[in-house]
């Protein structure tokens, strides 16, 4: 069971649950001495696609255009948290938690985060750390099944390209999700602004 903040008041390793003040501010509280620190949780948005969705494409313009936000590619922890498992395969739910403490410590100053990932909805639920971000929102990077099958089979003979699991992770995605971003047509530049329109919509 992974936590995230602990009593520093405390003679022993206490962990600290979310509240909030009495005038409004959300904190970390010992659940022994009723110690708060402050623990900020800011809304988490989830730019969920299967494989070749144009997760990569988008992702600079994306930071370009949410400048108040942190925008990652999940993938970048991949390889180190990978190596951290070996021998044993990737601890998965490990690393979606990492994803929330990363999160949550960029929201400590004022900034949402933005993930592009392959994530569903109920892999972010179940996780320990989940109570340290405020309300998560879920869009679905889409594009066509004719698409998708062209853009996997262009990809180097080096990337796995089970195609037919992808067109069905999408069209799952596609069903449960109410914002779709389709990178079908136009640009990366024009899908980054999309999602960052549907980002912004949530943080007014
Ligand atoms: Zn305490």
Redesign the pocket.
């Known amino acids: 069971m992974s936590q995230m903040h602990y ?1 520093q ?2 003679d022993d390793p ?1 962990p600290m649950k979310p509240a909030v003040t009495e005038d409004g501010r959300q904190v970390a509280r ?1 659940t ?2 009723g ?1 708060d620190v402050p623990a900020k949780r800011l809304p988490l948005f989830v730019v969920a696609g299967a494989s070749a969705s144009g997760k990569t494409a988008i992702t600079q313009p994306l930071i370009d255009a949410l400048p108040e936000c942190a925008v990652f590619d999940v993938d970048w922890l991949i390889d180190p948290l990978g190596r951290m498992c070996l021998p044993d395969p990737m601890d998965w739910a490990g690393f979606r938690d990492a994803w929330l403490a990363v999160a949550h410590g960029l929201a400590q100053g004022g900034r949402s985060t933005v993930l592009l990932c392959p994530f569903v909805p109920e892999q972010l639920d179940e996780l320990p750390l989940r109570e340290w971000v405020g309300d998560t929102h879920f869009a679905a990077l889409d594009c066509n099944d004719d698409v998708r099958r062209a853009r996997l089979e262009a990809r180097p003979a080096w990337r796995e390209r089970n195609i037919e699991q992808h067109l069905e992770f999408a069209a799952e995605l596609r069903k449960r999700l109410d914002t779709v971003v389709s990178t079908d047509e136009g640009t990366p530049e024009e899908a980054a602004a999309s999602v960052a329109r549907w980002v912004r919509s949530h943080l007014r």
Do not use: F
């Open positions: 009593c008041n405390c206490i010992c022994q001495c110690n």
